[in-house]
């Protein structure tokens, strides 16, 4: 019965809602795992973020450079880097050509945290591969990015 047994409902208006519905649901059951993997480092899915951004970036970002790339474009980002700049995960310094922008960079600590996580990675990924093969996880993934196509600028209306 799938979504219908998750959320104890019969019926959905039709096929495009229930898919809604059932992928709004799937993204909390997956952040929840995600939260669970990270709180062995005491970190949060934005922080976790912010350090594989500011490690494959190879140079230091600004905290706009920063927001552009992340998954959850809400998130306030100063305020993130600040509670990691006093983890000590991260390194924030004036930017040397323009004095309103500040230069962040990943820190050893930051870099340690994710080695420690690359090194169990496999844990993360055992929440999809153990019920998807890694064409099924293909295919999804190939559906969920034609489902967003030409429909990121496009606004609900009603």
Known sequence: MGIEKDIQQNSFRNAFQKVMINVLYTHTWLA???????????ITPQQY???????????PLSTLQI????????S??????????????????????DKRLVDVTIAAQGLAVLERLDAINHELDS??????SEQECEQLSSLLDKMRGNNTKRRLVS
């Open 127 to 132: 929440v999809v591969s153990n019920q998807l």
């Open 76 to 97: 306030d980002t100063s305020r993130i880097v600040d509670r990691m700049v006093s983890k000590q995960l991260v390194c924030k310094k004036a930017n040397p050509l």
């Open 49 to 59: 973020n912010i350090l594989r951004i500011l490690r494959g970036s190879k140079e």
């Open 67 to 74: 927001r552009a790339r992340m998954l959850d474009k809400m």
């Open 32 to 42: 929840e795992h995600v939260k669970q993997f990270l709180a062995k480092e005491d």
